[in-house]
């Protein structure tokens, strides 16, 4: 499946002709993932489940509790992902520092290509 090559963000992207770049594979999947795990809950009128909003994290001190559920955002996140291999089950860090940045490191297998994968990423705040 191809879609819009377009990072949270960022402008969509167009090629020397014009025309609107497409992301395939592991960049279309990056993007999926990214997105699921950036936009507010609520936001899409037409799936309103849709979305985990990490960006309500940046900002301020994070309690047990929030980083707990953190934890299970993204893991639900991943679960969703048919393209994410489960078995091994991927894994993640994030890092909360003094200032409130939220960053994420997700290591997964891409089922097609059974090729592992590692992508990285700042929780921008919402509004941001």
Request: without cysteine; proline residues 7%; glycine residues 8%.
């Amino acid at each position: 499946m191809t879609d819009a090559f377009h990072w949270w963000g960022q402008d969509i992207q167009f090629s020397a002709s014009g025309d609107d770049l497409t992301a395939s594979g592991v960049t279309e999947l990056n993007q999926r993932i990214v997105r699921a795990l950036l936009t507010p809950p609520g936001t899409y009128l037409s799936h309103p489940e849709y979305g985990a909003g990490l960006g309500r994290f940046v900002g301020r001190a994070l309690s047990s509790e929030q980083f707990t559920e953190i934890k299970s955002l993204i893991q639900s996140v991943l679960k969703n992902e048919p393209d994410v291999q489960k078995q091994p089950a991927p894994t993640y860090t994030y890092q909360h520092d003094a200032t409130g940045l939220l960053s994420v490191t997700i290591n997964y297998v891409y089922v097609p290509t059974g090729v592992p994968q590692t992508l990285s990423f700042n929780v921008p705040a919402y509004g941001s």
